[in-house]
T-cell receptor, first 112, second 116 residues
Framework: GDSVTQMEGPVTLSEEAFLTINCTYT??????LFWYVQYPGEGLQLLLK?????DKGSNKGFEATYRKETTSFHLEKGSVQVSDSAVYFC???????????FGTGTQLKVEL | GAVVSQHPSWVICKSGTSVKIECRSL??????MFWYRQFPKQSLMLMAT?????????EQGVEKDKFLINHASLTLSTLTVTSAHPEDSSFYIC????????????FGSGTRLTVV
């Protein structure tokens, strides 16, 4: 079945540091890929998505590129802020859009 | 953008009682809604998928008689935790999709259930 693997956290960075959170997936066919962010005590918010190979999703300084050859969708940001502290989930959906399969989440802590 | 309203945001109940959680799509019709459960510091576990007007499809290991899901209209889905026990304490999140083949999912803000 479909699965998503993302790096374990927590990831602790200083403000303005470069962020990479790795995500790889296993799926049949051509899934859509997503990054969601969850702030403490809240639900999930869509951060960015990509629906086909080589697409780059971007939002709020975050970006991720759909790499079919490496089955990856790594999340990057050039300069993190304290307000970026949250849990980040990588996810995929099949072409039918029936449901999302989530990774285990990576907690990001950004310190001054 | 698409908004899903989920309430209550938190609830405390006694063991043996039932709790209902509502999830409403405010500005779109949600043909499919998903209910997730999230344990502390863990990922989301899909509990069930519901389509408007039909019975929910439960994931393996989820007790359908304990977690009752109703999706009576295109804008409302409810999850009722029946005869709640402390082990049911968790964070429950709903999500709505706008239709088959649509890759947009909007999440509710979640409900923190504590059973005492």
């Amino acid at each position: 079945g479909d699965s998503v693997t993302q790096m374990e956290g927590p990831v602790t960075l200083s403000e303005e540091a470069f962020l990479t959170i790795n995500c790889t997936y296993t799926a049949t066919g051509y899934p859509s890929l997503f990054w969601y962010v969850q702030y403490p005590g809240e639900g999930l918010q869509l951060l960015l998505k990509a629906t086909k190979a080589d697409d780059k999703g971007s939002n709020k300084g975050f970006e991720a590129t759909y790499r079919k050859e490496t089955t990856s969708f790594h999340l990057e940001k050039g300069s993190v802020q304290v307000s970026d502290s949250a849990v980040y989930f990588c996810a995929l959906s099949d072409r039918g859009g029936n449901k999302l399969t989530f990774g285990t989440g990576t907690q990001l802590k950004v310190e001054l | 953008g698409a908004v899903v309203s989920q309430h209550p945001s938190w609830v405390i109940c006694k063991s043996g009682t039932s709790v209902k959680i509502e999830c409403r799509s405010l500005d779109f019709q949600a043909t499919t809604m998903f209910w997730y459960r999230q344990f502390p510091k863990q990922s989301l576990m899909l509990m069930a998928t519901s389509n408007e007007g039909s019975k929910a499809t439960y994931e393996q290991g989820v007790e359908k008689d304990k977690f009752l899901i109703n999706h009576a209209s295109l804008t409302l889905s409810t999850l009722t935790v029946t005869s709640a026990h402390p082990e049911d304490s968790s964070f429950y999140i709903c999500s709505a999709a706008m239709g088959q083949g649509n890759y947009g999912y909007t999440f509710g803000s979640g409900t923190r259930l504590t059973v005492v």
